[in-house]
């Protein structure tokens, strides 16, 4: 049976190379998937897996998923109400905290408990944005980062922000990258599932977490 | 560990890369998507498109080659050259580019790059900055930006310039020294370090690169977050192995594999 990804587009950023990563992914490990970019609530409601992706702020964001009307509950019924699985990507992934707390402070979903704050590096010559390739460091494993290879010696993933969720419960923590401290990477809490990297440009780790998604069954 | 990037840079001519890429058998060396593949393929950590077509009618192609390498290559896109108002950023975000260049339009209108930075967020709007020495022996340094290729002065102040669109929101700076570019006797790093301990963002160090030393000082001397370089890539001089070997072998941290 072939089962639905549903990207959802609520008009955060292009969605292009989200949707040909995904495709790219599922060709490669020989699977059948179909992937859905959609602003409809009615298929994201049917979709097997959610992705939400978003680039920019997260007050923005949150106001462009508002403005689909049915859009947050579509995804809440689905991914909390069904357990779907359920990946945030970037601001999709900070829009799972609590709130988020850039230059306006803006309810998020509250399905990761904490908040989406300033990246302040304890070296103050690092530069803000954390824009490039870091590796990730494992706090524990999962279903997404299996047969990743992380640590110093791993794969490198693509960061482009400037705050970061502050997830309050240390077991949602999957992994983080070095930044001045540490950044959270990787959340993970039940059916739900967060990278504040971009997969899509994250060229072989990318597309080896992509898989793992496609695979998920928590 | 945040490595420091490097980033070809192909200039684009009514939808043709100028000169064409040579370091591999391609079918068509002045293809920009079958050229993205090939740096893609090479381990390029980002890849930067620079937009030189004159007529503005005839910018519609450089979408299509936009969408088509976004569609292929799964690395970050930078693309510049004649962003003059936000549906030009919104058209090329659409299309694929993770990052938009403003270089006049910055200096013509600094209202823009904040205009921009809050409608698309910091994390795409790089500002590039084109300057050129103007103190003279003895003097203190101090650069001027130029427009129009670096024929046309400003009076700007190049690290004013640079701070002040840092504080307007810029997420990202790409400084070329015109003094430098095209002539392969490296970055002006003075010019490179004066605007890096300038500002809180990024800077990628541009113009001059004659060989793989040079990348090296842009970083260790220039302070830049990432290097860009053109012709060293695409005439097969250096492939983006030989530059990151170099640049590791020196203490950088690159990414390799």
Known sequence: M?????????????????????????????????????????????????????????????RGLEALDGMVEAMTESARGRGRPFLGICVGMQLMATRGRETETTAGLDWIPGNVEALQPEDPSLKIPHMGWNTLHPQREHALTADIPLGPEGLHAYFVHSYALQARNPDDLVAVSAYGGPVTAVVARDNLAGTQFHPEKSQALGLKLIANFLRWAP | ????????????????????????????????????????????????????????ED???????????????????TVGG?????????????????????????????AFVREAALKFGSQCIVVAI???????????????IFTHGGRRPTGLDAVDFATEVARLGAGELLVTSMDRDGTRSGYDLSL???ISSAVPIPVVASGGVGGLDDLVAGVTQGH?????????????????GDAKRHMAAAGIPVRMG
């Open chain 2, 130 to 144: 084109d300057a050129k020495r103007v103190s003279g022996p003895g003097e203190p340094d101090r650069w001027e």
């Open chain 2, 224 to 240: 830049a977050s990432a290097v860009l370089a053109a012709s060293i890539f695409h005439f097969g001089e250096h492939s983006i």
């Open chain 2, 82 to 110: 004649g962003i003059r108002q936000v549906d030009d950023i919104r058209r090329l975000l659409l299309a694929g580019a993770d990052k938009v260049s403003i270089n006049t339009a910055a200096v013509n209108d600094r």
């Open chain 2, 59 to 77: 910018r519609g192609i450089l979408f299509d080659i936009v969408a088509r390498t976004a569609a292929e290559c799964f690395m970050p896109l």
């Open chain 2, 192 to 194: 490179i370090r004066a």
């Open chain 1, 2 to 62: 072939t089962a639905t990804v549903a990207l959802v587009d609520y008009g955060s950023g292009n969605l292009h190379s989200a949707r040909k990563a995904f495709e790219r992914a599922v060709r490669e490990a020989g699977r059948s998937d179909r992937i859905l970019v959609t602003a409809d609530p009615d298929e994201v409601a049917r979709a097997d897996r959610i992705v939400l992706p978003g680039v920019g702020a997260f007050a923005d964001c949150r």
């Open chain 2, 1 to 56: 560990m945040l490595k420091v990037r490097v980033i070809p840079c192909l200039d684009v001519k009514d939808g043709r890369v100028v000169k064409g890429v040579q370091f591999v058998d391609l079918r068509d060396a002045g293809d920009p998507v079958e050229a993205a593949r090939a740096y893609d393929a090479a381990g390029a950590d980002e890849l930067c498109f620079l937009d030189i077509t004159a007529s503005h």
